[in-house]
């Protein structure tokens, strides 16, 4: 059974970093891993995405050079660390696994979610 189980998530200023956790059980190597987030009143969008080797990674032209996504040498945590945050950065942060073993952009490959973790960038 796939879980996914997101933490990190709080309120901090513009300029500051940020990481944030999925602790991830029952995931094998035919998956790979994404975090979307979703502001409110907003539909949910892609953030960045890995397989689960670590070898590809794929990003949102809003977060490229400031997020990275990696995968920890025991593969039970996928993290998003997240640099020089913006207001605009402010949503809720999901983990999320598909397995069709790319970093698919796309919501709906994905098959398992997390509950979700608030982060809040204040100007």
């Known amino acids: 059974q796939v879980q996914l189980v997101e933490s990190g998530g709080r309120l901090v200023q513009t300029g500051d970093s940020l990481r944030l956790s999925c602790a991830v059980s029952g995931i094998t190597s035919k998956y790979a891993m994404g975090w979307f987030r979703q502001a409110p009143g907003k539909e949910r969008e892609f953030v960045a995405a890995i397989t689960w080797s670590g070898f590809a990674t794929n990003y949102a032209d809003a977060v490229k050079g400031r997020f990275t996504i990696s995968i920890d040498n025991a593969k039970t945590t996928v993290y998003l660390r997240m640099n020089n945050l913006k207001p605009e950065d402010t949503a809720v942060y999901y983990c999320?696994?598909?397995?069709?073993?790319?970093?698919?952009?796309?919501?709906?490959?994905?098959?398992?979610w997390g509950q979700g973790t608030q982060v809040a960038v204040s100007s």
């Open positions: 999320a696994a598909n397995d069709q073993r790319v970093p698919s952009t796309l919501a709906h490959l994905y098959d398992y």
